[in-house]
């Protein structure tokens, strides 16, 4: 890989790193302890904000995996290793890394 091409890979990287930051922002709100006053609001109300409070805490759970395998990703750039199958040492085609610039495994591997 040719450092025009590592260094794109770490903009994709740290790009998609900002993104998740950003999710994070938006769905903290979410998250916020609900309200369980019976005055303020009906059963099916208080039903509806637990669901959505449980929705965004595993979308936080979800980003949170997510931003490790990119920073690890990060890591792997940083050590020469970014790009390479942790079975089979095999380069990790372009295309794969494009979609999934955290994958740890070619499409043989990642097949079985």
Do not use: W
Not at 11 to 32: N, S, T, W
Not at 77 to 97: F, K, N, P, S, V
């Amino acid at each position: 890989m040719n450092s025009a091409e590592i260094e794109a890979f770490r903009h994709l990287l740290e790009k998609r790193l900002a993104m998740l930051d950003a999710e994070d922002k938006l769905g903290a709100e979410g998250q916020a302890t609900v309200e369980l006053d019976q005055q303020a609001v009906g059963r099916l109300s208080r039903m509806d904000a637990l669901q959505n409070q449980a929705m965004s805490k595993a979308g936080h759970v979800r980003r949170q995996s997510e931003r490790k395998r990119l920073k690890a990703a990060l890591e792997r750039l940083q050590d020469g290793e970014y790009g390479y199958c942790e079975d089979c040492g095999e380069r990790i085609a372009t295309g794969r890394l494009e979609l999934d610039p955290a994958a740890t495994r070619c499409i043989d591997c990642a097949r079985g």
